[in-house]
């Protein structure tokens, strides 16, 4: 598919034709027509560049890479530790960028555009560790109800996280929430 940058019609153009309806959102930079589906790998394009090769996406980005919705400000990518920053300037437009480390880089990834990402369950704990929670907890309840995220994954992940992590707390906070509710519902 071919997307719509702001290069192509201006900033201003590609802002325009977005609130109009007639293209989908892809990040400040870029968009894709609404009439044409949207795949993994259209909305992996506008990072390509950007993410370093020995790192992977995870989080709500992973989570949006994989299934759309709403896009996240925030791209986490996941490396093995002594990882190294990005250069500046290196930043993709609109995103903030933050860097971790963990298990995700070790773990079966998906590549969509030439970017690694983590696999839909990964996603989701990393979401709920260091997301936005506004957004996480209705994006994976999301992925839980529509079948791309499985439940039992997601449990066995969180079992398996050390109890002292960063954001270990909230991760199992979260998580307990998600779970009663779905067993409420």
């Known amino acids: 598919m071919d997307l719509v940058s702001s290069s192509d019609v201006g900033p201003a153009s590609l ?43 995870s989080g709500l980005a ?6 759309g919705g709403y896009r996240p400000r925030t791209l986490d990518l996941i490396g093995v530790r002594g990882l190294h920053r990005l250069p500046p300037g290196c ?16 773990e079966p990834s998906d590549s969509f555009h030439g970017i690694r990402v983590a696999g839909p369950a990964r996603c989701a704990v990393d979401s709920l560790r260091w997301g ?9 309840v999301a992925g839980l109800r529509g079948g791309t995220v499985r439940r039992a994954e997601v449990t066995a992940i ?26 409420a519902a």
């Open 91 to 106: 930043h993709p437009p609109g995103w903030i960028v933050r860097f971790h480390s963990g298990a995700a880089a070790l």
């Open 158 to 183: 969180v079992a398996g996280e050390s109890r002292r992590g960063a954001g270990a707390t909230r991760l199992r906070n979260a998580w307990a929430a998600i779970e009663e509710a779905l067993r």
């Open 15 to 57: 802002d325009r034709m977005a609130r109009e309806g007639i293209l989908v959102p892809l990040g400040p930079e870029f968009g894709a027509p609404v009439d044409l589906p949207v795949i993994p790998a259209d909305r992996a394009r506008p990072l390509a560049g950007f993410v370093p090769g020995h790192t992977v996406v």
């Open 132 to 140: 936005d929670l506004g957004q996480a907890i209705p994006t994976v």
């Open 62 to 67: 992973g989570l949006w890479i994989r299934t």
